[in-house]
């Protein structure tokens, strides 16, 4: 397959003239730069069809290799009619910012603004151990498999239960593991559903 050198040339402008259009604060520079990609890529399309060829009719006299290929005549009317829609909808977009602003520049948000000088690290989602920002006692089996908390406790060095700091009380471990269970034996539910 030859390539025509001409064709390429001239889809290589429309489309660096399209991306430097797309780019520009005015409304119409990128509905213009919109329309000059749609028929750089209609372009693009048409080349990659190769050579013209016969009309893509049956015939048992034509040699298959002689019929021109359809599917890129398909894609460009496809890219056409695409073209079309987005272009109306940007004519929509671009009378209605007139109407009201009387200009079709787009102007700099405070809050895009805000949200691009935000850093990008977030020290408790990108933490390697999640820290735990939860009110409640830890109440889940500890270390070793046995205990409630990881708070071990020697049964003969000490006669007092394990105590578990939930907020600004202090409560037996036993209580606090209770309360994590359906039914809780702690919390005595009032009317409606309500506790007491």
């Not at 070793?144 to 907020?167: H, I």
Request: glycine share 8%; aromatic share 6%; charged share 20%.
């Amino acid at each position: 397959m030859s390539v025509n050198l001409t064709l390429l040339t001239v889809m290589g402008a429309l489309y660096a003239c399209g991306i430097y259009l797309i780019l520009e604060r005015s409304l119409t520079r990128v509905l213009l730069g919109l329309m000059l990609l749609a028929n750089a890529t209609n372009l693009l399309i048409l080349a990659t069809g190769g050579y013209a060829g016969l009309a893509p009719f049956f015939s048992k006299d034509t040699d298959p290799h002689a019929y021109n290929d359809p599917l890129p005549q398909a894609l460009i009317l496809t890219s056409i009619v695409i073209s079309f829609a987005v272009t109306a909808f940007m004519l929509g977009i671009i009378y209605r910012a007139w109407v009201l602003a009387r200009q079709d520049e787009i102007q700099d948000d405070v809050e895009d603004r805000r949200v691009a000088e935000t850093p990008s690290f977030d020290a408790e989602d990108d933490a390697v151990i999640p820290v735990e920002t939860s009110e409640f006692p830890l109440t889940m089996l500890g270390s070793d498999g046995t205990d409630v908390t990881d708070s071990v406790t020697d049964a003969a060095a000490t006669d007092s239960a394990a105590k578990v700091k939930a907020g600004a009380k202090t409560m037996l471990a036993e209580d606090a593991a209770l309360e994590e269970k359906p039914g809780s034996a702690n919390v005595h539910p009032g009317p409606e559903g309500g506790v007491k």
